[in-house]
């Protein structure tokens, strides 16, 4: 049997997307080999015996707690263990839910420095911290949805949320 690795993108961060991967997993799935799992956290590790490509298995309780694979990076195993990838389904509610907040507010920044120890960052107006430490304070004090656990990795990085 041939891979079929190629023929599926990455994940767009939407639900019919999402949906339509949840649909084609079983399949996806069946040629491939299993590496590891983390059973905290449902998540699977898989490996194409034919071209070698790593998936990972997502889900999300608001999908309908329905299991999907998508394509990540090569890593070690326990690595992978200890912080599994960022699940795309996850990183695309958790942008739904920050959306408002970001279209509320500006981030103005000051003339001062981020406080926080090491942080390259200036200060916004009006909090005294830089952006991503004054929404990690909000997170902190349950004002705002917690960033989803996981390793981020592309195309998930730098063009969705912090």
Known sequence: ????????????LDRRSINKRIKAT?????PLTLLAEHP??????????????????????NLGGTEYAYHVPIIEVGT????PYLQPAAWMIYGA?????Y???????????CPVPGCPHRAIRFSGVCEQ???EQLQQ????????????????GPTVPA
Request: include cysteine; glycine fraction near 4%.
């Open 141 to 156: 004090f349950g004002m705002l949805p917690k960033r989803p656990v996981g390793r981020l990795f592309p195309p998930y």
């Open 40 to 61: 905290a956290l449902r998540l699977k590790l898989f490996q194409c015996p034919h071209c070698a490509q790593y998936w990972q298995t997502g889900w999300e309780w």
């Open 103 to 113: 279209a509320k507010n500006t981030f103005e920044p000051s003339d001062k420095p």
């Open 80 to 83: 992978w263990q200890q912080e």
């Open 133 to 135: 430490h004054h929404v």
């Open 97 to 101: 839910m920050m959306e408002p907040y």
């Open 26 to 30: 079983a399949a996806i799935l069946k």
């Open 1 to 12: 049997m041939d891979c079929t690795c190629s023929q599926f993108l990455p994940l767009a």
